[in-house]
């Protein structure tokens, strides 16, 4: 029996290679993301930490020089999370992109496999098709012999057995 060979395998072990870089590198940028939003996390914990000391001191017997230490750091505070909040929002596109091109290469090796699937398909006809000729073949030259050699045989092949 005949091998079945794809003739574009190797596009389609090229598009499976292109799929595994793009997962990978759609992994590295989604945990660049949450190691931003983590940092984004801390930074918003630290700010409740100094809002929450600023209360108690304006609470407390007043320390000029202590409140305004406490509200320069919320201040800080404040343009560090500006600053991140863009770097998470940098990551997040990076990932949208990777996303982007991830599902582009999957959709690529997916139509390769539908089209080797077909090919195979094709392929499982036409060896059919070529047994079936074969067959046909086969039976039409024993079937033509028997009429050459015995010209009653044909009687006998149309009569039903009992």
Do not use: C, W
Request: net charge neutral.
């Amino acid at each position: 029996m005949a091998k079945f060979k794809y003739r574009m395998q190797n596009i389609l072990d090229i598009k499976n290679q292109m799929e595994s870089q793009a997962k990978i590198e759609y992994a590295q940028a989604r945990m660049f993301l949450n190691e931003q939003e983590e940092k984004l996390k801390k930074l918003q914990s630290r700010k409740k930490t100094y809002e929450n000391e600023t209360r108690k001191l304006l609470q407390q017997s007043l320390r000029v020089s202590k409140i305004l230490e406490s509200q320069e750091a919320m201040k800080r505070m404040d343009d560090f999370i500006k600053e991140q909040l863009i770097e998470v929002s940098m990551a997040q596109k990076k990932v949208d992109e990777a996303e982007q091109k991830l599902t582009g290469f999957m959709i690529e090796r997916k139509t390769h496999e539908n089209l080797k699937e077909k090919a195979m398909e094709e392929f499982i006809k036409e060896i059919n098709a070529s047994e079936s000729k074969e067959i046909d073949q086969l039976t039409s030259y024993r079937f033509g012999k028997n009429l050459t050699d015995d010209p009653d045989s044909v009687e006998e092949i149309d009569k039903p057995r009992e």
